[in-house]
């Protein structure tokens, strides 16, 4: 069994004018794919691992047999990270949470605007290629925080609720060297009912 891309849920340009169609487009069909592609060929000759979910791998990567570990962890990281991102946009993005996760970010935050100040300062400062996150603990504590490479929050005991990719393949096009403003782009197409659906899920 191999893994295949998951198709964007929406169309290039759905993000406009947000984020451009030409990112998604590249981000989607070739970044993406190449992670995709680059997990498969990692869990090739290993009919067990294949079996298994990434979720399942990145959560126990030291079950992964060592020569193959870290193209476990850089790629099918790279698989899981960007479907989760694509998959907290939406054309219909922006605004805030509700519900159970809004009181669980006031709890931790105080409130949206504070939440909202601490991840964005998180991903403007994270040094090099990596991700910023929301992520929650299986009692619902949240926490934000960044990874590195392609490191995912499961290899941290966390479940991810809200990916931010600050690889400048993320936004270069648009924005060239001006992360803080695909930030502030980005957080317009957030897709709040799918974040509060994970929260839910955990
Ligand atoms: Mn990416």
New binding site residues.
């Given amino acids: 069994m191999t893994h295949e891309l998951p198709p964007l849920p929406y169309e290039y340009d759905a993000l406009e004018p947000h984020l451009d169609a030409k990112t998604v487009e590249i981000?989607h069909d070739k970044?993406h794919q190449t992670y995709t592609d680059k997990f498969n060929a990692a869990l090739k000759g290993h009919p067990e691992l294949q079996e298994k979910s990434p979720e399942e791998l990145l959560k126990n990567l030291d079950q992964v047999p060592e020569n193959i570990r870290g193209a476990v962890q850089n790629h099918g990281g790279g698989y899981l990270n960007?479907k989760l991102f694509w998959e907290t946009m939406g054309s219909d993005g922006g605004g805030e949470p509700e519900g159970e996760l809004k009181s669980a970010i006031d709890k931790s935050f105080e409130n949206f605007a504070s939440f909202k100040e601490k991840y964005t300062q998180a991903a403007a400062t994270h040094f090099a290629s990596g991700w910023a996150w929301l992520s929650t603990d299986s009692e619902g504590n949240l926490k934000i925080h960044t990874t590195k490479n392609q490191d995912s929050p499961l290899s941290e005991g966390l479940t991810p609720l809200l990916p931010l990719?600050v690889?400048e393949?993320?936004y270069y096009i648009k924005f060239q060297n001006r992360r803080p403003e695909f930030i502030e782009s980005w957080w317009k197409v957030v897709s709040w009912h799918e974040v509060e659906k994970k929260f839910a899920e955990r």
Avoid: K, Y
């Fill in positions: 981000h970044h960007h990719d690889w393949h993320a």
